[in-house]
């Protein structure tokens, strides 16, 4: 992993942060019986 | 001597943590500790730091558990939504009340000494009854109550913030913290007594004014009254101590005493607050009392009621939030009538730190009114409606004007500030789009959705809301709104922080690209929440999405917090002078406080009219001439005069603090005689 | 001077938001008028009244129990018999021994016993009718009471529910009859949607009954004239599924036009908040 190379730490940041807030996300509207689908969607 | 202006603080703290104040003595007397000279039986052999750490706990522990308690014990059932026939409800003497012939409507009330007390329902005064003393009795409750809010708010809060600048003082051992701590805790041991001042005229208004509302009330919370009243002399005591002790507790094992007290001030008036929370609470959602108002419950009951704890929340934080701009708003005016460089800096410096103590706790405030909301829809329906969807409802879009208000002058203040550093300049370019998102956001929270119009207007606007504008009158337009203005107002502090710091560590880049990405996506998650769930799924999604955009609000922030700590940790200082400021900017440390004291005053007018024809919700009819919802202008118009008598005693407060720093100089004795 | 500036700014600042504030629509909330009701002569005869009133106004009653076979006609069956009948069903699973307790039981706890043929669609052992106790009805223990006393007054039977104590004689809030429960119009679609007791059959707002079709979903399909009409006059067009002649057919005489037009244009956007 190549810290130096603008284009790699720019995508590890966004994948990191896109899959942090995907989760979050998943695990907020669980939390209150709300589940979702991977895509989002309600499942109920 | 140091001159402040010039140094950054983290030059000071090299430099003064030399000869660190906490450190063991070096600047003493031959042999001899003189930090303890006197103490003949050995007190200072005792490992008093320790001690007072551990006093301080056991304080704690001692009030807190009963809150922890309080807060655990099964809330007992609150009363159920009842209906217009109150007056029929309230008939029924106490022997209908035996558990036999009470309907299986209220469940599981603590019913189990119901049969042995004596249950005395609530009072039913007429309208005959209520003293008339020749002016509208609720507008003089009204602006003493809220006057003693105010300030029993800032006298509450400031303790908060003092302890906490007082114990960074301690840890950088730098001495600017320690005595803005104390000037700001002068100004509060000032305004202590005109608290208490106003809680006992509110005290007499309401005997003299609502008797029969106040026996009732007597009889619930009974002796939990006294307690309040004991609690108010132990604060009384500590806050004195506190104060006054400052100079003689200055280092050492003395400071950690010091701090103690003001952990003890915190928790007293803490208690203080929750306790009197309690009785708001109980008015608007009662509990430990069935339904026409007989105690059939313990305190613990009564006082832990479905909106106690949301209100404790809310109003712990508001608290500081108001407590912040309003020392900020001294800040600003001892700044503009500085005569010196020194006491520009100090009070530039002052100013800023009270802005930053204000907006910081303001931006998880409105998440706390959320609960406090959602915790009164959950309680009753109805209620929530009035609130939001009824009568009240244009009261909201006021206060969005307020709080679009707030933020834009903290923001404001902190791009103003970003003069005071060269490094500023690399992030100037960005205020702009920040000021865009903020006004933008402002004007999609202050749409409302339902326009009062006349026919002609329905024909030419083609319906009851505008096809396009329409669609931001509802909550996920404005919950969208909120969580983006927090957002980039947090920008502005982050970008503010930064201004007068070069990062040296080695993964700079890989940190600045992780604190961009989270941003973009916060804000991407944030509108995806609101417009994805509020307009194309069911409510309980649509409700359950404001929880999502809170948590990424709540990410931007703490991470950001947690990023910068380390990302400048051995940061290189760039010079910054506190003191070179437009005095323009201090305008908007006015500004905070005004619009802070008017929001205040207007949701004071949300709680109490949520309640509309009731004394205490469902239990105690209001049969007062005055017992009807005032108009907002009639409303607008009270705060008004509350907030312009507050901004009058502040500065009566303010004006009196100073006092004490002035001495008279004797006249001049040159040979003549002393003059009268 | 300073002093003078710094308070003429705060002054200002104030004064725009007084400005604000009296900009708005002013409306009061008025406290609902009070009738003296004398609480001395109450008797069972005249808290029956009480009770006829609240069945046909506040309480909703007659939106499903009536003649179009949503609930139990209740109004024109005599409830000894009914309560004999569900009693000894081998069903019941309730608690009630006697019509007082039996009607009791049915408003707060609905689904205890469901009359075979009158549960939700696809569970006929779930009520689709609401807590009385509860919002949006929310009648108090002494206004249940008054409707028991009615219902068993209605058929010649005895009044067993406890009579109101005469102790006090306070002023007793007035309730017009008709379905709604606010004087004034309403000012939203929600109240409205309240007001005129759309949740009780229909998934709107916060409810989810399913006696008519679910407004969140259909409304942004139709047109808003198609959905003005269905509710001037339900049975034009009946959704496939759902029965005629249950809606009831008067809202064109009770609400204000106003009213309607909130209404039509939230359910045309989904019924959302």
Known sequence: MNLNNPVVVWLGAIAVTVLFFYGLDHIIMSMQGLPLNMNLTPAQ | ?676 | MILLRVLGFSLLLTLFFTLVANLLPQVEGDAPKATKVDLSSLTPEKYAAIGDTIFHGKGTCTLCHNERGRAPNIAVLNLADETKKALADANYQGNATDIESYIHESMLKPSAYVVPGFGKKGAPNVSPMPTISKPPIALSAIEINAVIAYLQAKDGNDITVPLPSADAAPAVADNSGGSGDAPAIAATAEEALNKYGCTACHTILDSEADTGPNLKKVGPTLSEEFIRKSIIYPNADITKGYEADIMPDDFAEQMNVKELEMIVKFIRAGGKK
């Open chain 2, 1 to 676: 001597m140091m001159k402040s202006r010039e140094l950054p603080a983290g030059e000071i703290n090299k430099m003064i943590r030399v000869s660190s104040i906490s450190g063991p003595s070096s600047s003493t007397a031959k042999g001899r500790d003189i930090r303890f000279a006197g103490s003949r039986f050995g007190w200072h052999k005792l490992p008093w730091k320790k001690l007072s750490l551990h006093v301080g706990l056991v304080a704690i522990l001692m009030l807190a558990i009963p809150l922890f308690v309080a807060i655990s014990e099964p809330g007992s059932t609150p009363v159920l939504a009842s209906s217009d026939w109150s007056g029929v409800t309230q008939a029924v003497a106490a022997e209908a009340v035996t558990p036999a012939a009470t309907p299986a409507a209220t469940t599981d009330t603590a019913a189990g000494d119901a049969a042995s007390k004596e249950l005395i329902p609530a009072p039913q005064p007429e309208a005959k009854d209520y003293p008339n003393i020749g002016v509208s009795s609720r507008s003089v409750v009204w602006i003493v109550a809220q006057l003693h809010l105010y300030f029993g708010a800032f006298v509450l809060a400031v303790p908060i913030f003092v302890l906490l600048i007082e114990w960074i003082g301690v840890k950088t051992g730098d001495s600017r913290y320690e005595a803005m701590a104390h000037e700001f805790m002068k100004i509060s041991a000032t305004a202590y007594a005109i608290t208490s001042l106003l809680g006992g005229t509110l005290a007499f208004a309401l005997f003299l004014l609502y008797p029969d509302f106040m026996g009732y009330m007597m009889r619930v919370f009974g002796s939990q009254t006294l307690v309040y009243a004991a609690l108010f002399f132990s604060e009384s005591i500590v806050v004195y101590l506190y104060y006054y002790s400052w100079d003689a507790l200055r280092y050492g094992n003395a400071k950690w005493a010091h701090l103690t007290l003001g952990l003890l001030v915190n928790v007293v008036g803490l208690t203080l607050m929750v306790m009197s929370n309690a009785w708001a609470t109980f008015m608007m959602a009662p509990s430990g009392v069935n339904e026409v108002g007989a105690v059939t419950g313990n305190i613990w009951q009564i006082l832990k009621g479905p909106l106690w704890n949301a209100l404790n929340l809310h109003r712990f934080i508001a608290n500081i939030a108001f407590g912040g701009a309003v020392v900020g708003a001294y800040a600003a005016y001892r700044f503009l009538s500085s005569k010196t460089p020194e006491e520009k800096a100090h009070y530039d410096w002052m100013g800023y730190t009270a802005n930053f103590i204000a907006i910081l706790s303001f931006l998880p405030l409105p998440f706390a009114g959320y609960y406090l909301m959602a915790e009164v829809y959950a309680y009753s329906q109805t209620m929530g409606i009035t609130a939001m969807g009824g009568i009240l409802a244009w009261l909201f879009i006021v206060q969005a004007v307020l709080i679009g208000a707030i933020l834009l002058a903290g923001n404001y203040y902190l791009w103003s500030g970003m003069s005071r550093t060269e490094g500023s300049e690399r992030y100037q370019g960005y205020i702009k789009y920040i000021a865009f998102v903020l006004v933008t956001s402002f004007l999609v929270w202050i749409t409302p959705h339902t326009l009062i119009l006349s026919p002609a207007e329905i024909r030419l606007l083609g319906g009851a809301n505008h096809h396009i504008l329409g669609v931001f009158g509802i909550m996920p337009a404005k919950n969208i709104a909120v969580n983006l203005m927090l957002i980039f107002t947090f920008l502005s502090f982050q970008l503010f922080r930064r201004a007068d710091k070069v990062a040296v560590v080695s993964w700079e880049r890989a940190g600045n690209a992780l604190m961009v990405t989270i941003y973009a996506v916060a804000v991407f998650n944030v509108v995806f929440a609101g417009v994805y769930y509020g307009y194309f799924t069911n409510t309980l999604y649509k409700v359950g999405s404001s929880v999502m955009q809170v948590a990424s609000t709540l990410t931007v922030i703490i991470s950001g917090i947690i990023l910068d700590t380390y990302l400048y940790k051995g940061a290189r200082i760039l010079p910054s002078h506190w003191g070179k400021v437009t005095n323009r900017s201090q305008y908007a440390l006015f500004a905070l406080p005004v619009a802070f004291t008017w929001l205040m005053a207007l949701m004071g007018y949300v709680r109490s009219s949520v309640r509309t024809h009731w004394h205490v919700n469902n239990i105690m009819r209001d049969n007062s001439p005055d017992n009807f919802i005032p108009a907002i202008g009639y409303a607008g118009n009270m705060m008004t005069i509350v907030t312009i008598l507050f901004i009058a005693m502040v500065l009566f407060v303010f004006w009196v603090s100073t006092l004490s720093e002035k001495k008279q100089l004797p006249p001049e004795s040159s040979g003549q005689e002393v003059g009268q």
